[in-house]
């Protein structure tokens, strides 16, 4: 069975007050979610207080980022080993953000996912195509390299551990979002390719998130999708009543 996860990406966006109402509010509102994992990712500044406000709850913590060493002299860098430190039990790894605008490379993704599973952290790893990969014709591959590249010299058992988000890069914050069907199409080319990369039963049993726009309007449609297991959602998830109504979705 796989895990149905709904994760809301803070980005740079609140203060530690603002981030712990937010999650107090969100605490009270999601008492009654059980079949659903929900999990917080806010910035690196509020992830202990934000951790203190969800305490004797069943929401999850997650990082936005890490660095790939457990420590050292690298300045401005969080190592696994402190965002574990400070309750966190997720982490996104490989956002297009940080591709695009901090030169996130394949490469570097994979150490990072290598180094978040040593620290028995759980990735969210995202992959997704820009509209210009798109509009040449080149999405699939595009997403198929990715994960390849990303999951370079990694074994079943490690690859079972994480979560694939896939964010097509024209969708984040865009308002538009992937249609349902293009979304579960692409989903399940993913999980072709984990399926000649791996197996039919590791495909089969890894949760895939969409992440591109969603909102309270459109959630209930993507989760109607055979191969979409939750959602990765930014600008909708820094409002308590809107990203309360994502993770109630209805299938
Ligand atoms: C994201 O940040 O991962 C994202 C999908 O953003 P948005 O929901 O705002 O498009």
């Known amino acids: 069975m796989r895990k149905k996860i709904i994760a809301g990406n803070w980005k740079m966006y609140k203060t530690t007050r603002e981030a712990v109402q937010l999650a107090e509010n969100l605490k009270k509102s999601l008492v009654n979610i059980k079949n659903t994992i929900v999990v917080l990712c806010p910035p690196f500044t509020s992830l202990f207080s934000v951790g203190q406000a969800i305490k004797n709850s069943t929401i999850k913590l997650g990082a936005q980022n890490i660095y790939y060493e457990k420590e050292g002299a690298y300045t401005g860098e969080i190592s696994p080993l402190m965002i574990k430190d400070v309750g966190c039990q997720f982490v996104i790894i490989g956002h297009s953000e940080r591709r695009k605008y901090f030169n996130e490379t394949d490469a570097i993704i994979n150490k990072k996912i290598k180094t978040a599973l040593n620290f028995g952290l759980t990735p969210i790893f995202c992959v997704g195509e820009t509209l210009d990969q798109r509009e040449k014709g080149i ?53 072709k390719s984990l399926s000649k990369l791996y197996s039919s039963d590791l495909s089969n049993n890894i949760s895939i998130l969409y992440g591109g726009s969603v909102k309270p309007d459109n959630i209930d449609a993507l989760m109607s999708q055979e191969n979409i297991d939750g959602a990765l959602v930014g600008g909708a998830s820094l409002d308590s009543a809107g990203f309360s109504r994502i993770v109630q979705f209805k299938k």
Do not use: C, F
Request: glycine share 8%; aromatic share 4%; charged share 25%.
């Open 139 to 191: 999405a699939e591959s595009t997403v198929i390299s990715q994960v390849e590249k990303g999951l370079m010299d990694m074994n079943e058992e490690d690859v079972l551990k994480l979560v694939i988000a896939y964010e097509p890069v024209w969708a984040i914050g865009t308002g538009k979002t992937a249609t349902p069907d293009v979304a579960d199409g692409m989903h399940s080319v993913i999980r």
